[in-house]
């Protein structure tokens, strides 16, 4: 039996292969239009619970030498906590989404925020680095919730082109949260000390947990739940990777996020020790960049219904691409100032605001309601581990440090890949699909 995704004939018959059992027809998600006021309460609901983990990561890295000092370590060891909530989220998730697959959405939902909320306020009592490492991969795990079941649960609600437009809405609302949460950090040092950042991240977490409790209903009724053992689930994740409807946009969206991720980890560095930008130089140019993040996510808002999921996609990748190649010219050609870096990182970013949605809408659309946590886990899981991974190699240099030169040769070398990547899967999926 095909599952295909949801959309225009011609994108259906570019996508449809058989490999993972679809879902009955009593199962499949309402394709009712659903009413505004629960759209926008859904939207702000799930962008609470998407944004907190990413919010995690980063909120506190302009407090690093101070709490270095605080708990009298290295920086180096206080750059594991870094890791090690990282590593939680992508285990997380991998946990979590068959979890919820088995059990239903809101009680891992609740149990994961619950946990997050006790671990942030704990954070802010420690008195050593080992104890901070620990309590961040529990945070990381915990955090995972959010995003693995907030994916699910679009899954189980929309299909195509409504998925498509739910999580450009809910881009704009995640979108902010990787991105200014440093310079949010930075704001916090000024009214009080590092503690605070946890503070603010466990009332969130509270807040999110109070949202879901109240206004997010169970949307995997117990007739589609999936119980499964280990060799069960195995054999569903085996199936997942070699769905090339699934895996394709999937590691389509990890490459694509680890160029934007080299870029987030990276710059900071490249503006303000090659070009000489300052602190409030660096957090302008990263705001303006996250403008055009969400300019992207409501640009592909507004093609949804005019042009179809795939060739959004490749509109997106092809900026991209194209970007990242003009500023590895740059880099080689040199005269470039900090305008003319952050005008081609905009262009950069309102690409990525294409690819995130429409990859995320094909990847989890393409799998029957019965296994969304268990492909959602592994769309969340190699998106950190490709994204960090990618990221990494900006350092690989002489110094040990990222440039200019190197930021972009790693974001044009994860973009050029993703473009690959995404062709040859679109080409296999029309031959297995005129196999059938």
Not at 80 to 98: C, D, K, S, Y
Not at 219 to 229: K, N, V, W, Y
Not at 278 to 291: E, P, Y
């Amino acid at each position: 039996m095909t599952h295909s995704v949801v959309g225009s004939p011609a994108e259906r018959s570019s996508v449809s292969i058989s490999s993972v059992p679809a879902a009955d027809d009593s199962a499949a998600p309402p394709s009712a239009v659903r009413p505004r006021r629960f759209v926008a309460l859904l939207v702000l609901v799930l962008g609470v619970l998407t944004a907190v983990g990413p919010l995690a990561t980063d909120l506190y890295l302009p407090a690093f030498p101070m709490i270095a000092a605080d708990l009298g370590a290295s920086e180096s060891r206080i750059q594991l906590t870094l890791t090690a909530i990282m590593v939680g989220l992508a285990l997380g998730q991998l946990a979590l989404g068959p979890m919820s697959d088995a059990w239903g959405r809101r009680v891992p939902l609740l149990v994961g925020v619950a946990v997050f909320t006790v671990v942030s306020l704990a954070c802010m009592f420690v008195e050593s680095a080992q104890a901070f490492v620990v309590l961040r991969f529990v945070q990381g795990v915990a955090g995972a919730a959010g995003a693995v079941i907030s994916r699910a649960v679009v899954r189980d609600l929309f299909e195509g082109d409504e998925a498509a437009r739910f999580f450009s809405r809910l881009m704009l609302v995640t979108g902010l949260a990787p991105m200014l949460g440093p310079i949010l950090g930075g704001q916090l040092l000024l009214v009080g000390p590092w503690q605070l950042s946890f503070a603010v991240l466990a009332g969130m977490s509270a807040l999110s947990f109070v949202l879901v409790l109240v206004w997010l209903p169970e949307s995997l009724p117990a007739e589609r739940r999936r119980r499964q053992g280990p060799g069960v689930l195995l054999a569903t994740v085996g199936r997942l990777v070699r769905d090339v409807r699934f895996i394709g946009p999937t590691v389509t969206l990890a490459l694509s996020f680890g160029m934007m991720f080299t870029y987030i980890s990276a710059f900071s560095f490249v503006s303000q020790k090659e070009f000489g930008a300052s602190a409030q130089d660096f957090s302008l140019m990263f705001a303006v960049n996250t403008v055009g993040l969400m300019v992207g996510t409501q640009v592909n808002a507004l093609l949804i219904g005019r042009v179809e999921t795939v060739r959004r996609l490749v509109a997106g990748l092809v900026v991209g691409v194209v970007s990242v190649l003009v500023l590895a010219g740059l880099a080689v050609w040199g005269g470039v100032g900090l305008v003319g870096l952050t005008s081609v990182l905009f262009v950069m970013m309102l690409g990525m605001g294409l690819v995130f949605p429409n990859a995320m809408t094909l990847a989890i659309s393409s799998q029957p309601p019965q296994v969304a946590g268990t492909a959602s886990a592994l769309v969340g899981a190699l998106q950190f581990a490709v994204g960090g991974g990618v990221s990494a190699m900006a350092g690989w240099t002489a110094t040990g440090e990222a440039s200019l030169g190197s930021m972009s040769v790693v974001m044009v070398s994860a973009g050029v890949l993703a473009l690959v990547v995404f062709a040859w899967a679109s080409w296999r999926s029309r031959r297995l699909a005129a196999a059938v």
